[in-house]
């Protein structure tokens, strides 16, 4: 049983390019979680979405940053004319529910805005 | 929405000695409680986690114990070793999101 995937696991931008950030869920899994890792930091909520729906989305910025998991796919995390401050580790979990279920991380995306 | 405060930020220890983490959350409605760990450049990996309805989980040599009352769990390690230095985060599930403390680096001296 594979793992959460992730992918790329590196991408470097320039700023004003648009970073794609691909994860796929543990089988069986349907609840998908974003995270943000500045170095040396914890680990920020952006984002839980279920299949086709977004359930909270409080800590993501309004702007630039926007989430998907479609019926069919990977979760995609998208952020739009990347800046500096965009550096940072994207981690994606996955659960089977949202209530007493555990979170399994992929090994994380680090994107890097030059 | 959940806040939970985690302490101490760095912890430095001699091998064999034990090591405890504390981490306070604010939302009672909270339900689940795991501690993840996680290794330089390496993605978070669940170690323990507790539910409400438990006072105390023990594995091997990693314990964790929950005061709802209080609002408080504590991450215990004995008989440290080297391996076990790490950065360490307790988390608090409320309303389908969980929520991070800041993370402790353990560093065990060998």
């Known amino acids: 049983n594979a793992g959460v995937m992730q992918n790329p696991r590196h991408l470097v931008r320039r700023r004003g390019q648009e970073a794609r950030l691909r994860c796929s869920p543990m089988?069986?899994?349907?609840?998908v979680y974003w995270y943000r890792q500045l170095p040396e930091e914890g680990l920020k909520f952006m984002v839980y979405l279920q299949k086709e729906n977004i359930i909270d989305e409080s800590g993501m910025p309004k702007e630039r940053f926007s989430a998907e998991f479609p019926k069919e796919g990977p979760s995609i995390l998208r952020i739009q004319q990347v800046v500096r401050g965009d550096s940072a580790a994207y981690f994606c979990?996955?659960?089977?529910?949202?209530?007493?279920?555990?979170?399994?991380f992929g090994n994380g995306t680090r994107l890097t805005v030059t | 929405g959940e806040n939970v405060e985690q302490h101490p930020s760095t912890l430095s220890v001699q091998e064999g000695d034990s090591a405890v983490i504390k981490c306070t959350y604010s939302d009672s409605a909270s339900n689940y409680f795991p501690w993840y760990k996680q290794e330089l450049g390496k993605r978070p990996q669940l170690i323990i986690d507790?539910?409400?309805?438990?006072g105390e989980k023990k594995d091997q040599r990693i314990a964790v114990t929950l005061n709802k009352t209080a609002k408080h769990f504590s991450l215990h390690i004995t008989e440290t070793q080297p391996e076990d230095s790490a950065v360490y985060f307790c988390a608090a599930l409320g309303l389908g999101k969980l929520t991070f403390g800041q993370g402790t680096i353990l560093t065990v001296h060998p």
């Open positions: 507790i539910r409400s309805n438990v």
């Open positions: 089988k069986g899994h349907s609840h």
């Open positions: 979990a996955s659960s089977q529910s949202s209530y007493n279920s555990p979170l399994h």
